[in-house]
């Protein structure tokens, strides 16, 4: 429950650690876990360093013209190098002339004890895209000399980034990682992990990453450590730390929202149990793939929709549209005069012949597969039927606690697999650098139609329901989330690239009633999807739920029409992608109108990075297919960078 003090709960925590084990332990200790702290790596100095002493000359006389510093400890450590054999103040006057970059805080904090302002600062979460995308709204550096002060191995994907931008790069080194004198209590650690003895590994930096493949490698058991972190929870404290995990096909199950040791623990000690059970969850339907479901190598994984939701910055705003294969598209209506809806979410092959010619006519950077939120409920138990005019009707809805138990909780996902072929079928189709997006409802909404039996103005079984007795919604929503996270999984295991959740029916819940009844089983779904997919979630009617839709770092947060993009974004938080928000109406206005409308909302994105263009619910029957086309093309023509 929202509130709660979070707890680890006697879990087995390992953590790798250096300058602040003693604190890692009592913090974890503190939040309830059983702590295992073990040092990881050491810094060795290069104390005669002449590429340093080079370095600073090529300062003092004016042939740098950039530097970047990537760590505190880094700064202090080429100063300590420098002024052994030269003058320090005048290394530091020179430095004050030219351009300086600091990637982080703890660099920048460096560089002010020693009065030096960073000309530019790299904004959160300060890993090289960021220091690239500082670059390039602040400076041009074609034809430039850029020195990069290093820490350890050099970052080949940053060097690549400056490179491409026409500079000349100069690594500095200034000190390197090793192995800690006693390794006994890594390898301790290491042969805890394979043992299954540990419930949660906490890494607090890059290099510690490296140094524990090293080990486990020397113990000659790093494919056993490598399977068994499969098993575990890991957590990164940060984005560099979780990029050299990934670099090293090692899994990332969380990162805190801040990068430091106290919310690293905390968040964990939070998070550790839901993960553990979404673990178990993706395990059950993925394992059998054999594959990465995130592959970078794949076309589909630098395009601009992906881009977007990793909140990376693109040539253009990406678009798609909810419900873009529909009744107000003729190819459409010709699939659904030969059969009921019902028939086609259960025919694979049609639809995934409807998606990819409505992907291939709007012009969209993404392909929502065709299907619908109710199918999931049939093998839960309940008989579903879409009467005329496409309206769903549950025939025999809950009524009360006592019909909970002929609920049927989906272990298994066999009676879904037209679902997952429909995935299988979209992907194979459609062109390889457009990402797939599979998508589920959210328990809330699903539950009220099981409850209801169909539509509904207020919601008062719902309500009555969940108010009345809360141990039974409990049971029921558990079921339901529990299904629901296998679902998405499985449809990431068929070839979905991203997954949304639609919560239609959420705006009839106030803040609290969200937060108490809802918000805890949503929360679990996503702690459950393999890591690193994007999940969009998208709740409608009350823009006050915004700020519980932000999920983990992976989650975009879907926006409806209700709210003006600006003030939603700021609602949800920057450090959030979001999707939306064009009233679906506008495309039933003018031409003049719809670009008005288009450009307002572009225009209050302002060229962030991080948005991905789309209404603010699904495309109404009533749609000329021209202004859905034109809509598409508007949004690539005004957001063009």
């Keep these: 429950m929202p509130g709660s003090k979070p707890s680890f709960e006697g879990l087995a925590v390992a953590a790798l650690e250096s300058r602040r084990a003693e604190d890692m332990e009592r913090l974890i200790t503190r939040f309830g876990g059983r702590a295992f702290v073990s040092p990881s790596m050491r810094e060795i100095p290069i104390e005669e360093n002449p590429a340093a002493v080079d370095f600073a000359y090529r300062v003092i006389t004016g042939e740098i013209n950039v530097v970047v510093f990537l760590t505190g400890v880094g700064f202090k450590q080429l100063l300590s190098s420098v002024e052994r054999s030269l003058d320090k103040q005048r290394f530091l006057n020179a430095l004050s002339d030219i351009t300086t970059i600091a990637r982080g805080p703890k660099a920048a904090a460096a560089m002010r004890a020693v009065g030096l302002t960073a000309t530019h600062r790299v904004a959160e979460p300060n890993t090289w895209r960021e220091l690239l995308q500082t670059i390039d709204a602040e400076l041009t550096i074609t034809n430039q000399k850029v020195a990069i002060q290093e820490y350890g191995k050099p970052n080949s994907s940053l060097v690549a980034g400056l490179e491409a931008r026409g500079a000349e790069v100069i690594p500095v080194r200034v000190y390197q990682w090793d192995l800690p004198e006693n390794t006994e ?69 969380m990162e805190p929202e801040h990068p430091k040791m106290g919310h690293l623990v905390q968040e964990s000690a939070e998070r550790a149990h839901r993960l553990l059970t979404g673990r178990q969850i993706r395990t059950q339907v993925l394992t059998e793939t054999g594959r990465p479901p995130v592959d970078t190598a794949a076309p589909w994984y630098d395009g601009p929709f992906m881009r977007a939701c990793r909140g990376e910055a693109s040539s253009v705003t990406p678009v798609w549209l909810m419900r873009q294969a529909g009744r107000y598209m003729s190819e459409y209506r010709a699939v659904r005069e030969k059969m009921t809806f019902l028939e086609l979410c259960k025919d694979s092959a049609l639809c995934a012949e409807v998606m990819v010619t409505a992907v291939e006519k709007l012009g969209v950077d993404a392909a929502i597969i065709f299907s619908d939120l109710l199918p999931i409920l049939e093998p839960m138990g309940m008989d579903l039927e879409f009467a005329k005019g496409d309206g769903p009707v549950i025939h025999n809805p809950l009524r009360g606690a006592q019909d909970i138990d002929r609920v049927q909780e989906l272990e298994s996902m066999e009676s879904l697999d037209f679902v997952f072929n429909t995935v299988r079928l979209t992907r194979q189709a459609i062109k390889p650098e457009i990402p797939v997006i599979g998508f589920a409802g959210s328990p809330f909404t699903l539950i009220s139609y099981m409850i209801e039996g169909g539509s509904s103005r207020n919601y008062h079984n719902t309500k009555s329901l969940m108010y009345c007795d809360e141990v039974a919604w409990g049971e029921l929503m558990g079921k339901m989330s529990r299904t629901i996270a296998r679902y998405l999984n499985a449809q990431i295991a068929a070839g979905a690239q991203c997954v949304q959740l639609f919560d239609s029916w959420a705006g009839c819940l106030s803040v609290q009633d969200y937060a108490r009844y809802v918000f805890p089983y949503v929360r679990q779904i996503i702690d459950s999807i393999v890591p690193d997919v994007p999940v969009i979630n998208f709740a409608t009617g009350n823009p006050a739920l915004l700020p519980l839709l932000r999920g983990d770092h992976r989650t975009v947060v879907g926006i409806d029409w209700r709210v003006p993009l600006d003030v939603a974004w700021e609602t949800v938080g920057h450090d959030r992608s979001v999707q939306g928000n064009l009233d679906p109406i506008a495309l039933l206005a003018d031409p003049q109108t719809l670009r008005e409308m288009t450009a307002d909302v572009l225009k209050r994105a302002g060229g962030r990075a991080g948005h991905i263009f789309n209404l603010g619910h699904g495309i109404l029957p009533q749609t000329p297919v021209d202004n859905a086309i034109a809509l598409v093309d508007m949004v690539h023509e005004l957001s063009q960078k």
């Design 185 to 253: 209590p890594l390898q301790e650690n290491i042969r805890a992990l394979i043992a299954g003895q540990r419930d949660v590994l906490l890494i607090t930096s890059a290099h510690q990453i490296a140094n524990l493949l090293r080990m486990s490698a020397d113990m000659g058991v790093e494919a056993e450590l490598r399977k068994a972190l499969r098993d575990v929870v890991v957590a990164s404290i940060g984005p560099t730390t979780s990029e050299m995990l990934r670099q090293n096909e090692l899994p990332v199950d």
